[in-house]
């Protein structure tokens, strides 16, 4: 989807959804945790922020998620999908709400934090012009330790 198609998809699902959630997880929780069991907490504590809790939920997949103590618990009422995005309309809409919301995050805070490292151009994501800001500069605040560019 172009950026344009996401903010009209976003601006859709967020008049119709029954109830959606968007976490945040930080760059020092995702080094503290892994990013595999940042993405449970993600996950997990966006469905227990729910206004109205599903009786169903379908996630995309994450590998080693059985080990997830928050999956014992759901296990009855979560499926995860491999190419979840392609499966399921309601993933995919997560999917969408998530990269709008972690763009304009970018875009603007982290931009205005940190200008020297062109988030508004590249939203943190690996181009070639974020290695050059990340090499001019070193890492910022914002860059998680645990990602090794190198």
Sequence with gaps: MTPLQRKKAYKYITETAISYNIVFISNKEIDSLGIQKANYKAIFSSIKSLKNPPSFILSDYLSGYKNCSDYKFYKRYIKFFKSGESVSITIAA?????????????????????????????????????????????????????????
């Design 94 to 150: 997560a999917s969408i709400l998530a990269k709008v919301e972690r763009d304009k995050y970018m875009k603007e805070e982290a931009h205005e934090k940190y200008p020297d490292y062109g988030f508004d151009k590249h939203k943190g994501y690996g181009t070639k012009l974020h290695f050059e800001k990340i090499l001019k500069h070193g890492p910022c605040p914002l860059h998680r330790k645990s990602f090794n560019l190198f």
